[in-house]
């Protein structure tokens, strides 16, 4: 985690999906660009997947990275802890994302079926039937218009939101305990090693 040009590569990158998260969440809130009463919006939206999860949760490790470790980052170990426990914090946010993301995939949109209430058409359906592979069946849904397709397009890039942010929050977990464990430190070109 000493290492500052990585660091900041996967700080940058992290506080972008961050923000990207933020944005996909907040648009779940606006069906097909339209508002809503809270009643009617899918269930799964207000877990703030986006928003907490995969937006601040993952943006404080995403600033510590930025930040580029400090003068004296290699110089103490209980110094090299913190950001550990950011990168674990942004791990556990991400996850949180992606298993809600999931869950928002397969249960489906709440909408209108015709009939004036709103419900969830395509939560009893089995994997082997999912609505996902039979997208004839999206036309059960007439209102809010496209909600099937504006479901299934930003849970899914909630999705893989939430898969890569974990990824690079999880290497730099690892990165960051062979740091504390090993006691090596690559900082401008030179490679120390510092006793337990």
Not at 108 to 131: A, H, I, M, Q, V
Request: aromatic share 10%; hydrophobic share 45%; proline share 4%.
């Amino acid at each position: 985690m000493c290492s500052e040009t990585g660091s900041r590569y996967t700080g940058l990158l992290l506080l972008a999906l961050a923000i990207a998260a933020i944005i996909a969440n907040l648009l779940l809130y606006f069906p097909s660009g339209q508002v809503l009463e809270p009643a009617k919006i899918t269930d799964l939206v207000w877990f703030f997947h986006g928003f907490l999860g995969a937006g601040l949760l993952v943006m404080l490790p995403a600033l510590m990275l930025l930040r580029g470790g400090g003068e004296d980052c290699c110089g103490h170990r209980c110094g090299m802890l913190f950001p550990v426990l950011l990168a674990i914090q942004g791990t556990v946010g991400a996850v949180y994302c992606v298993v809600i993301s999931s869950l928002g995939l397969l249960s489906g949109p709440l909408c209108d079926t015709g009939s004036g209430n709103y419900t969830y058409p395509f939560r009893n359906y089995s994997l082997e039937n999912s609505y996902l592979l039979n997208q004839p069946t999206w036309a059960t849904c007439q209102e809010p218009e496209h909600i099937v397709l504006w479901n299934v397009v930003l849970f899914s890039i909630l999705l893989g939101i939430g898969v890569v942010e974990a990824v690079l929050c999880l290497s730099q977990v690892v990165s960051g305990l062979c740091d504390i464990f090993c006691g090596t430190c690559v900082r401008k070109g030179q490679v120390t090693i510092t006793g337990l």
